[in-house]
């Protein structure tokens, strides 16, 4: 007897979920609702929407979204149904169970595309949505006229997750590119770090003189990945009126946005910036100062030359070792005596690049006898002049 009623509630419970799973939210639209003013067949697609088969209730959303403005009057109704997450792997266009969805998202999609070019309803509708759904909805947009609405509606959501996903989405819509960059300056004030992140980070894929402004600001963003961001895409620009702000950002305490400023700063190659970043050599952190390196390697200036010189007393055997290291480019008199005098240095590994990098320039070797270097170079110095 027990097993009789244990099969009898497995084939009830399998019957109830082959018909339509666990209980969703549909929609509750009462009849006096629907208004005879509107077109026949957008009256029996609202009709539909109440149906108690959720396939059919997709079907009808879907339908009404392909009717597009005629079908404005439905955008109530289909307001009732977006929190109807039925799940349907089914593809409505062609019938086949091919994709993933719900009526709730077919609900959203048509509410964008009745209401394309208007922006409030959308925004309406995804402040009703179930995160879940709407994210579905964003992140399968395709390249499609009214999926603009639909990401510039969700970039003014309460929910920082779905402002996210859809600065990850912008870009894949044919007429976004007309104000990506308005959109992307907000953004860029979002209060949730990781939306301003990914917008500083979208830059690069629209170079517009309109965002270095609002770049250079988030410069001074609190978070280092903002930050980083902004600097990249700066460089990308290469706009030259963000060559102080990336200067300052030399000074960061993290490495990983040091060396985005730095990369930024040498495709600018704004020569303002050699000064100041000369300065650097004297701030007290070691990775500061090496970082100041990094962008002077790539000036062969004499101001340069003689800050490496300098460089050569730093306290940090790293920094007397790299400053070695931009030296051995030059043969100048002043750069080759530098480096014979670096063989006096109490680290040994210093020492030994002195060698190496005259060796490199003379094509002889005296080891590490600087007696040996300064008469060579003496003597070379005569035969030149």
Same mark, same amino acid.
């Given at each position: 007897?027990?097993?009789?009623?244990?099969?009898?509630?497995?084939?009830?419970?399998?019957?109830?979920?082959?018909? @339509? @799973?666990?209980?969703?939210?549909?929609?509750?639209?009462?009849?006096?609702?629907?208004?005879?003013?509107?077109?026949?067949? &957008?009256?029996?697609?609202?009709?539909?929407?109440? /149906? /108690?088969?959720? $396939?059919?209730?997709?079907?009808?959303?879907?339908?009404?979204?392909?009717?597009?403005?005629?079908?404005?009057?439905?955008?109530?109704?289909?307001?009732?149904?977006?929190?109807?997450?039925?799940?349907?792997?089914?593809?409505?266009?062609?019938?086949?169970?091919?994709?993933?969805?719900?009526?709730?998202?077919? !609900?959203?999609?048509?509410?964008?595309?009745?209401?394309?070019?208007?922006?409030? #309803?959308?925004?309406?509708?995804?402040?009703? !949505?179930?995160?879940?759904?709407?994210?579905?909805?964003?992140?399968?947009?395709?390249?499609?006229?009214?999926?603009?609405?639909?990401?510039?509606?969700?970039?003014?959501?309460?929910?920082?997750?779905?402002?996210?996903?859809?600065?990850?989405?912008?870009?894949?819509? #044919?007429?976004?590119?007309?104000?990506?960059?308005?959109?992307?300056?907000?953004?860029?004030?979002?209060?949730?770090?990781?939306? *301003?992140?990914?917008?500083?980070?979208?830059?690069?894929?629209?170079?517009?003189?309109? /965002?270095?402004?609002?770049?250079?600001?988030?410069?001074?963003?609190?978070?280092?990945?903002? $930050?980083?961001?902004?600097?990249?895409?700066? @460089?990308?620009?290469?706009?030259?009126?963000?060559?102080?702000?990336?200067?300052?950002?030399?000074?960061?305490?993290?490495?990983?946005?040091?060396?985005?400023?730095?990369?930024?700063?040498?495709?600018?190659?704004?020569?303002?910036?050699?000064?100041?970043?000369?300065?650097?050599?004297?701030?007290?952190?070691?990775?500061?100062?090496?970082? !100041?390196?990094?962008?002077?390697?790539?000036? $062969?200036?004499?101001?340069?030359?003689?800050?490496?010189?300098?460089?050569? $007393?730093?306290?940090?055997?790293?920094?007397?070792?790299?400053? !070695?290291?931009?030296? /051995? *480019?030059?043969?100048?008199?002043?750069?080759?005596?530098?480096?014979?005098?670096?063989?006096?240095?109490?680290?040994?590994? &210093?020492? @030994?690049?002195?060698?190496?990098?005259?060796?490199?320039?003379?094509?002889?070797?005296?080891?590490?006898?600087?007696?040996?270097?300064?008469?060579?170079?003496?003597?070379?110095?005569?035969?030149?002049?």
């Amino acid at each position: 007897m027990d097993k009789a009623k244990n099969l009898a509630l497995i084939i009830s419970l399998i019957i109830y979920l082959l018909s @339509g @799973g666990f209980v969703y939210a549909q929609s509750k639209i009462p009849k006096d609702k629907y208004s005879r003013k509107n077109p026949v067949e &957008v009256t029996n697609k609202i009709k539909k929407l109440n /149906s /108690s088969d959720p $396939k059919e209730r997709a079907l009808a959303a879907y339908e009404l979204g392909e009717m597009g403005k005629k079908a404005a009057p439905a955008i109530p109704f289909l307001l009732e149904l977006v929190k109807d997450t039925s799940p349907l792997a089914w593809n409505l266009t062609t019938g086949a169970f091919l994709e993933r969805t719900s009526p709730a998202e077919e !609900a959203i999609v048509a509410v964008a595309k009745i209401s394309y070019p208007e922006i409030e #309803p959308v925004v309406e509708v995804f402040n009703l !949505a179930e995160k879940e759904a709407a994210k579905r909805v964003i992140n399968g947009l395709g390249r499609k006229d009214w999926a603009t609405n639909v990401l510039l509606a969700t970039l003014k959501n309460k929910d920082p997750q779905l402002r996210l996903a859809a600065i990850h989405n912008l870009g894949g819509t #044919p007429d976004i590119k007309k104000n990506v960059v308005e959109i992307l300056i907000s953004a860029l004030r979002d209060p949730y770090p990781e939306v *301003r992140e990914a917008a500083a980070g979208s830059f690069n894929k629209f170079s517009d003189k309109r /965002s270095v402004k609002p770049l250079i600001a988030a410069l001074r963003d609190k978070n280092a990945k903002v $930050k980083e961001r902004a600097a990249y895409a700066l @460089g990308e620009i290469r706009d030259k009126e963000a060559t102080l702000g990336l200067v300052e950002l030399m000074k960061d305490q993290e490495y990983g946005v040091r060396t985005e400023a730095n990369t930024a700063l040498v495709k600018l190659n704004d020569t303002r910036a050699i000064e100041p970043i000369i300065a650097l050599l004297n701030n007290p952190d070691e990775d500061i100062r090496s970082n !100041a390196i990094d962008f002077l390697m790539n000036f $062969k200036e004499l101001r340069v030359e003689k800050a490496f010189i300098t460089a050569l $007393k730093d306290d940090s055997p790293r920094i007397r070792e790299r400053a !070695a290291n931009c030296l /051995s *480019r030059s043969k100048s008199i002043e750069a080759v005596s530098a480096l014979i005098d670096l063989l006096d240095d109490k680290e040994v590994h &210093v020492k @030994g690049t002195a060698r190496y990098h005259l060796r490199e320039i003379s094509g002889q070797d005296f080891g590490l006898n600087k007696n040996e270097w300064q008469q060579w170079w003496n003597q070379k110095k005569k035969t030149t002049e």
